[in-house]
T-cell receptor
Framework: EAGVTQFPSHSVIEKGQTVTLRCDPISGHDNLYWYRRVMGKEIKFLLHFVKESKQDESGMPNNRFLAERTGGTYSTLKVQPAELEDSGVYFC???????????FGPGTRLTVL | GEDVEQSLFLSVREGDSSVINCTYT??????LYWYKQEPGAGLQLLTYIFSNMDMKQDQRLTVLLNKKDKHLSLRIADTQTGDSAIYFCAAALYFGNEKLTFGTGTRLTIIP
């Protein structure tokens, strides 16, 4: 069974540009989470989808971040326009509704210059 | 909100025991987790403990929870080179369907 995949693995963009990160959860996992780790600090929660609905988006830093999960399968996280402080590693995780374990992807390392 | 803290680095000789510590602030946290991140990989759930437990053992891993002091530790017995990784402590109010609050991660280095 394939795990959680994320694309791209690395992205380097200039301040002011737009970047879209993609996450493909494990098939059948209705829960999908986005997290971010900035500059060796703690991993912070961004938002949580249940199927295509946003269950909790309390961690989204500002309106430059837009997350979607059309059809309840893969999810995208768009940053527009990107700022220097958006640099970090963005993790996606998925889980079944009925279980405990969040399965994490390898992350996308975003560098904003 | 919840705040989880860990020390950033730990070095241990191969064959010794490693003890990674974590403190949290929200006494309502019901589930506490340990995740491992190897280079280039995602986070792997190692183990978790319910807040009504004091200890949980799983092969070389022992988790101790002091709920009064809000202190969690992960002990790895007979540390091997393959244990080199970043270890994250995380807390959640509920089991499943719930966001996790992570610490900064502790980078464990094994000295040959």
């Amino acid at each position: 069974e394939a795990g959680v995949t994320q694309f791209p693995s690395h992205s380097v963009i200039e301040k002011g540009q737009t970047v879209t990160l993609r996450c493909d959860p494990i098939s059948g996992h209705d829960n999908l989470y986005w997290y971010r780790r900035v500059m060796g600090k703690e991993i912070k929660f961004l938002l949580h989808f249940v199927k295509e609905s946003k269950q909790d988006e309390s961690g989204m830093p500002n309106n430059r971040f837009l997350a979607e999960r059309t059809g309840g399968t893969y999810s995208t996280l768009k940053v527009q326009p990107a700022e220097l402080e958006d640099s970090g590693v963005y993790f996606c995780a998925s889980s079944l509704i009925t279980t405990d374990e969040q399965f994490f992807g390898p992350g996308t390392r975003l560098t904003v210059l | 909100g919840e705040d989880v803290e860990q020390s950033l680095f730990l070095s241990v000789r191969e064959g010794d025991s490693s003890v990674i510590n974590c403190t949290y602030t929200d006494s309502s946290s019901t589930y506490l987790y340990w995740y491992k991140q190897e280079p280039g990989a995602g986070l792997q759930l190692l183990t978790y403990i319910f807040s009504n437990m004091d200890m949980k053992q799983d092969q070389r891993l022992t988790v101790l929870l002091n709920k009064k002091d809000k202190h969690l530790s992960l002990r790895i017995a007979d540390t091997q080179t393959g244990d080199s990784a970043i270890y994250f402590c995380a807390a959640a109010l509920y089991f499943g369907n719930e966001k996790l609050t992570f610490g900064t991660g502790t980078r464990l280095t094994i000295i040959p």
